[in-house]
């Protein structure tokens, strides 16, 4: 990791692999309406036209066969900004994609839609909507991985066009296999300092590495790749926010601060709650589990998103000194669904910004990409423009403060 760089954006949310895989993948976010989708869908499906090609996408997916190519991967759509506003139906994308099995991925990551060839690969009866089922998502067959770290490295190669000079990716299935290939990736673009969570399931993976420690590629080579050990993510279950407490108490009996994911009032309740029941540890004290002292961290807690808030409760993350990660561009992307869903006064609510500068919170800006593109000009302008809850809005000045690696804690 270079430490003479001159300090740029930092881009405090995205998800690196998702951004290498949204670019190997069909992108159907020009999409106005269900119809459209499937036209895009059905166009790169006939790339899959012949018999034997099609038999033999079907065998590989009966016998979940590991070939990537033998599988149609689709990204990009919302179902929020589409004319009819739903999710495009299992059966629907059967009619365009003749056998081959396929994966339509929300541009959130959150949901996908698989074909029945697909559905039946991964152990479904059919095809169906998958909201948060990366547990099945997981054996979809993926690119290997010299293209993986191929593409991640483009991904990086792209913030340095930018202006972003860090990154901290936030995907909350990362374990030590994913920060090892991050770093292998990261050697190619030594000019990004790369930060990756950790699920907070997942923290055994590490060994002995804490919070804030390097993962080196290529053995701890003199030219190797370094990612730094990030925040423990805790990932909400969809929707059963009871789990937040348990997976904040796994990650400080592994000496970690959290970042939640928090989308909601309730989720923010939850994990606001569980922040309080289980405080972090102060320097130097042992966990019960580990006997190990903390190591000497003064990164605060994070909530990533925030994407809407009560009053009280920011008067609540402001006492506990927790930090907000926050994605202004959502709410001038999303204005058209929070218009049509929300109340005025829920609107009033939505994407703080303001609100929390004026508590004296610690606030970054960020894309969460590849949901939104990791272009620190779209979010300043984001959050100096915004036409909803206008009055959430900053400074360009202190807008682009926000996004400077120097005012990240990460």
């Given at each position: ?40 869908v059905g166009h790169a499906a006939r790339s899959f036209a012949s018999p034997r ?56 990551g959150h949901v996908a839609v698989v074909n029945t060839a697909a559905g039946r ?290």
């Amino acid at each position: 990791m270079s430490t003479t760089q001159t300090l740029g954006y930092c881009d405090d949310h995205l998800h690196l692999l998702a951004c290498a895989a949204a670019r190997r993948s069909v992108n159907v976010q020009a999409a106005a309406s269900v119809g459209e989708l499937l036209d895009i869908v059905g166009h790169a499906a006939r790339s899959f036209a012949s018999p034997r090609t099609r038999q033999d996408c079907q065998d590989s997916a009966e016998g979940n066969g590991g070939d990537s190519r033998q599988w149609l991967r689709v990204w990009g759509y919302d179902d929020s900004l589409l004319d009819e506003r739903r999710h495009p139906t299992a059966a629907e994308v059967d009619a365009v994609t003749h056998g081959v099995p396929t994966v339509l991925h929300h541009v959130t990551g959150h949901v996908a839609v698989v074909n029945t060839a697909a559905g039946r690969a991964l152990g479904l009866t059919s095809g169906e909507v998958l909201v948060e089922r990366q547990d099945l998502l997981a054996a979809v067959p993926r690119d290997d991985h010299s293209a993986t770290v191929a593409g991640v490295t483009e991904v990086l190669a792209d913030l340095v066009a930018a202006g972003i000079t860090a990154c901290t990716d936030a995907t909350h299935t990362n374990d030590i296999g994913a920060l090892e290939l991050l770093a292998e990736a990261a050697a190619g673009v030594p000019s990004v300092n790369v930060t990756a969570m950790v699920g907070a399931d997942r923290l055994d993976s590490l060994g002995d590495l804490d919070f804030g420690e390097t993962v080196l590629s290529s053995g701890g080579a003199a030219d190797a790749g370094a990612v730094r050990v990030g925040h423990a993510k805790v990932m909400p279950p969809h929707d059963d926010d009871s789990a937040i407490a348990d997976l904040v108490a796994a990650a400080r009996a592994h000496r970690f601060p959290v970042a939640v994911h928090v989308m909601d009032i309730d989720t923010l309740q939850a994990t606001l709650d569980a922040l309080e029941a289980h405080p972090p540890l102060p320097s130097g004290m042992a966990t019960s589990e580990t006997r190990r002292p903390a190591a000497d961290c003064t990164a605060p807690d994070r909530i990533e998103h925030c994407a809407l808030a009560l009053p009280e409760q920011l008067d609540r993350i402001a006492r506990l000194g927790v930090a907000v990660v926050t994605q202004p561009s959502f709410v001038t992307r999303r204005a058209q669904k929070y218009r049509e869903q929300l109340s005025p006064t829920e609107q009033a609510w939505l994407w703080p910004l303001a609100s929390l500068l004026s508590r004296g919170i610690r606030v970054t800006l960020s894309s969460d990409a590849p949901t939104v593109p990791p272009d620190p000009a779209e979010w300043i302008a984001a959050a100096t423009g915004r036409d909803i809850a206008p009055d959430e809005r900053i400074d360009a000045q202190t807008a682009r403060r926000l996004c400077m690696e120097a005012d990240a804690d990460r």
